[in-house]
Structures are given as C-alpha cells and as structure tokens.
C-alpha cells in the first residue's frame, strides 16, 4: 500500500466515525460526495483494501504481445542494428517492420534481451548558451568532419555541412575531399537554392584564413598582425558581400560541432541500414532521409519570420566568383602561362593597352577557362609550345685523344735545357720540309 493510498484510508475512517464530514473528506480526497459515499460503502464490505485499485499488479491491457516482443528482439539482434539506441530502434521498428512501440518500451526490451545498458543520469556542467540569431541566414556555421562514414564498405568521405544558427536548418552533402573546390561547390548550391547569408561563421583553417608566417623565437605578443592576403574562399565570399567571421575556439561553434555528434552516430548507423557504398549512394541517402528527418524534427522556428537571404543581383556571376582566380601578365606577343600551359588571346580580342596589362584568369568548377581584361572577357586560345633544339652530339674519330686529368704530374723528370734542338727533334721525327718552287 502507497502512502497515497494510506491517506486515503485514514480519511475514509475520520469520515466513518463522524470526526470528517463528507463535504470535508470530498474536498481532502478531490472526488464528490457522492463518491465519497460510494467508497464508505466499499470500506465497509473490503475492509482496507478497499482504497487498492483492482487492477493493481494485474497485465495492462494495453500490453504489447510477448511474441510481438520477441519478434522485435530478434529483428533488433541482426549486425546491422548494431550500436542502435532505443530511439533509434523504436523508429526502425516502425517505419521498416511495422512494430508500432514508444521508445521506453523499446528501451525495456532491449535491456532484458541486454541490447542496451541502462545509463545514470549525471548532472553535467552548467553552461550559458548563446543565444540563438533571431532571422533565418543571419548567421550560418559552416565545418567539415572526418570519419568513417561508409564504416570500410567504401572509399573516405567527408561531410561538409552548413547550419544556420537561428532555425537549425542544416545543408550538408558528402565529398571526396576537404578542399577548395568541393567547399565552393556546397557554397554555390547553397545560394543557388537559398540566396546569399548575412555572414558564415567558420574556423581558423587555411581553406579561409591566411596565415601570417613568423619565426618560432620572434615574439607575436607585441608585434601586430600584417595583412595576409585573401584565400580563394575568402575572396569569394567577398565578391558576394557575404561577410566572414572566425572562430577562435571549436565551442564557440558548438552548432555545426554538435550536429556533427548526432550525424556520427546516427547517419552512419542509416548508411549502414541503407547498405550504402559509393559517393552516390550516400549523397541520395543523406537528402532523402538523414536531411528530411532533420528538417521534419530538430529545426526550430525563429523568433523573427523575416529572411536574412539576399538574393543575387546582376552584378554577381556565381561561375565567376566560386572558381580560381589569379593574375597573369600578358606578353608582348599577346599570350601568357597557366597551369604549365601557354594560352594565347585571339587576334579579334586584341585592344589598346592589353600587351604587358594584368588579366584575371579564372579556373572554374566546370573544367573551363575563362579570361578578363578590365569589365569585358577576351577569347583565348591554347599555343603549341616551340620544342627547344637538342645540341648535335659531338663527331668521333678513330684516334683516340689523350686527355690529361686535373693534377696529373706530367712535368715530371722535364727540363728545357737537357732536351734536343728544334731542328734534331724534328729531324728524328722525319719530317722533310718540301722544296722550294
């Protein structure tokens, strides 16, 4: 008997022997006086017992079926559920094999079948979050994480992700590598279906920050920081007018990190389900499914409805900005070098003031090569490179040239005084001089 239920029972007796009246013993009870009545009547006939409920340690009648436990076990037992916890479990459970349970319920199976071990719960840290940006692309975070994703089945992936702070939104898609490139690629869908954010908010990495070079014993406290020029992101993202704002620690981006943590334990637990192998295969499942279950159950609305996204404007040429940009200088006969390539301006496109003149060369996503000169862009046109002349190789006799090392002692045992006359070496060398015409 609870203590509740002891309560109870003293009051019911108060009320038996007139100490109570029943309006009192109702008010106490928070029932009627008709039920208090109601269980006089029942006092007096069971006794104590009386104020039990009668289902009290019977079945539910809600109970799910032992066999319908069973079932679930065993589906839940196989590999590829390895490593699910009960929440992830319980949505399998439903949407793949049709067993409708709560996540406590799938939790309890799964301890007594020891698929899971229950875990106390520990009083963490008290933190002061930052508050969140109140409109939607005020502020989006922006990071890359390594991991096994595909578990060995494939080859490395990476997932590059952009979450915005306001709404939790989240844009992400796997690549081969964490570079430049596959970064503008994410960059450029994502204005392409969203418009351009107020700012990203990203780390330190070289992809988005210069860094200043310095030797180790020279001091960095008191000497200030040079300018370092733009990386191709960078300079992208100012072309855009997107701003750009680093972040000196991996809490201060804790979003975009602790959306990393979920997707590590649940995204690769869905690749796993889903059999997941190539690039392909884990790009369609992560926009189908991990993407759509993140917007349909951990967005949020902003406090403010207005959109922070601009939208592109004439003056931007996406192609233009998210590519690879350097300066070339042109040559007197109209033609320059890239990428180990001379390129040569078509004869049309020549202007004034173009020979000698800086152009801005632009290596874009799509493989292709484009050239501009001041607000216009010029046609160019790959140049055969000369091959350089090999040198004639060297004409060889049938004698054999004596050549003398360097530090050779061939003055050795000669003297100038002790040798022949001119005329007895030449004499005992045979030489005739030829007779006079």
């Known amino acids: 008997m609870t203590q509740q239920e002891r309560d109870r029972l003293v009051t019911l007796k108060k009320t038996k022997?007139?100490?109570?009246?029943?309006?009192t013993a109702a008010e106490e009870l928070g029932v009627t006086e008709r039920h208090v009545r109601r269980l006089l009547v029942r006092l007096k006939e069971q006794g104590d017992k009386s104020v039990i409920h009668g289902l009290k340690?019977?079945?539910?009648h809600r109970r799910i079926a032992e066999k319908t436990e069973q079932e679930a076990v065993q589906i839940l037992s196989a590999p590829v559920y390895a490593?699910?916890?009960p929440t992830l479990a319980a949505e399998y459970l439903a949407n793949k094999h049709g067993i409708?349970?709560?996540k406590e319920t799938v939790r309890q199976w799964m301890m007594r079948a020891q698929l899971w071990r229950g875990k106390k719960q520990r009083m963490g840290q008290v933190h002061t979050w930052r508050a969140r940006r109140s409109r939607w692309g005020e502020l989006v975070q922006w990071d890359t994480s390594e991991h096994d994703w595909l578990e060995g089945r494939g080859e490395k992936l990476y997932l590059i992700a952009m979450i915005d702070d306001a709404t939790?939104?989240?844009?992400?898609?796997f690549a081969r590598h964490d570079s430049t490139e596959e970064n503008m690629r994410l960059l450029r869908s994502y204005v392409e279906k969203h418009g351009r954010p107020a700012a990203f908010y990203t780390d330190k990495a070289s992809l988005f920050r210069t860094a200043e070079k310095r030797r180790r014993d020279e001091p960095g406290v008191d000497k200030d920081a040079a300018e370092m020029p733009l990386t191709q992101i960078g300079r992208a993202l100012r072309e855009l007018g997107v701003a750009w704002i680093p972040a000196h620690s991996p809490q201060a981006k804790g979003r975009v990190e602790r959306s990393f943590a979920t997707a590590q334990d649940r995204l690769v637990k869905g690749l796993r389900a889903a059999g997941a192998k190539t690039l392909e295969e884990a790009n369609e499942y992560l926009t189908n499914?991990?993407?759509?279950w993140w917007e349909r159950e951990l967005t949020v609305e902003p406090a403010c409805a207005d959109n922070?996204?601009?939208?592109?404007?004439k003056c931007h040429d996406l192609a233009a900005s998210l590519s690879h940009v350097e300066t070339r200088q042109v040559r007197s006969d109209y033609t320059f070098r890239w990428a180990g390539k001379l390129y040569g301006i078509e004869r049309a496109a020549v202007t004034t003031g173009l020979r000698g003149a800086d152009v801005r060369v632009e290596q874009r996503l799509d493989g292709t090569l484009a050239v501009r000169f001041g607000e216009r862009y010029v046609p160019v046109k790959d140049c055969p490179v000369a091959e350089k002349a090999q040198p004639a190789a060297p004409v060889t006799t049938g004698k054999r040239r004596r050549t003398y090392r360097r530090g050779s002692d061939?003055?050795?045992n000669f003297d100038l005084k002790k040798g022949p006359k001119l005329w007895q070496a030449a004499e005992a060398s045979g030489y005739r001089q030829p007779a006079a015409e």
Do not use: C, I, M, N
């Open 289 to 292: 499914d991990y993407l759509a």
């Open 100 to 102: 409708e349970a709560s």
């Open 17 to 23: 022997k007139k100490v109570l009246t029943q309006q």
């Open 410 to 412: 061939w003055k050795k």
């Open 57 to 60: 340690g019977q079945p539910s």
């Open 83 to 85: 490593g699910f916890g």
């Open 168 to 173: 939790s939104r989240l844009f992400a898609r």
């Open 308 to 313: 922070a996204h601009r939208p592109l404007e």
